[in-house]
């Protein structure tokens, strides 16, 4: 296989991947410290990111949490709401 037939074959894998992302949404029930804990286990953020997300969610009523393909992101997106916070893909 020639080095433009793996280039050409890579392109396409990304074109048809279409990222989606994981957006987490602002309530007035969870704590910051159960945002926090609930990204970094689902989400594997560092606490620094999850701080950072659960921030940008007060302050702005939503954050993007992850990004990536469908599939990638659903468990993600069943585990925090399963945590009782509100999640989507979008």
């Given at each position: 296989?020639?080095?433009?037939e793996?280039?050409?074959?890579?392109?396409?894998?990304?074109?048809?991947?279409?990222?989606?992302?994981?957006?987490?949404?602002?309530?007035?029930?969870?704590?910051?410290?159960?945002?926090?804990?609930?990204?970094?286990?689902?989400?594997?953020?560092?606490?620094?990111?999850?701080?950072?997300?659960?921030?940008?969610?007060?302050?702005?009523?939503?954050?993007?949490?992850?990004?990536?393909?469908?599939?990638?992101?659903?468990?993600m997106?069943?585990?925090?709401?399963?945590?009782g916070?509100?999640?989507?893909?979008?």
């Amino acid at each position: 296989m020639s080095q433009e037939e793996v280039l050409v074959n890579w392109q396409e894998i990304i074109e048809t991947t279409e990222l989606m992302d994981l957006v987490v949404f602002n309530d007035d029930f969870n704590t910051f410290e159960h945002v926090i804990e609930t990204l970094i286990k689902v989400c594997r953020h560092t606490s620094e990111q999850a701080e950072q997300c659960t921030w940008i969610i007060h302050h702005k009523g939503k954050c993007t949490v992850k990004t990536g393909a469908f599939d990638f992101l659903k468990p993600m997106r069943d585990a925090i709401c399963e945590a009782g916070i509100d999640a989507k893909i979008l």
